[in-house]
């Protein structure tokens, strides 16, 4: 069974523009998604309450792993940008039986996850660079 035939025989919902998937903080559900069609938001709160754009999700890409990897809450928030938008609901057992017969899949999900890592990698050496920079203010 290839990738596209596994995800024929997933579930899949539709969700309407300004729909929440998930928001950050809500317990781990067991899910991971898959977006078949349409554009999502992934945001993060910030400290004043705010909430930041990190990236857009399109067809073809992943979210929720990280969670269902974990078990961990939710990061972000995911919410739907498009009119419509169509995603596959991978549940943990499904994802265990996907990742032990389809190598692509895991290589995909491997990339996506290390390309997440090193996005907060960077925000996380702007934000070094930011608080220094304060430091020399404040010692001014």
Known sequence: MNILEFMQNISTQVYLRGDV???????????????MSGM???????PDGSQE????????????ELSLLTRRPRAMT??????????????D???EK???INTHF???????????????????????KLLEEIKKDDEK
């Open 106 to 128: 895991l290589f995909q999900l491997t990339k996506s996850t290390v390309e997440k890592l090193h996005r907060a990698e960077a925000r996380l050496t702007e934000l070094d």
């Open 78 to 91: 995911i919410s739907v940008v498009s009119t419509n938008a169509r995603v596959g609901i991978l549940r």
């Open 21 to 35: 998937i998930f928001r950050e903080g809500d317990p781990h559900d067991g899910s991971m998604y898959c977006v």
């Open 93 to 95: 057992d499904q994802f």
């Open 53 to 64: 754009i990190i990236k857009g999700l399109g067809p073809g890409e992943f979210f929720g």
């Open 98 to 100: 996907l990742a032990r």
């Open 40 to 46: 999502f938001a992934v945001t993060k709160r910030l």
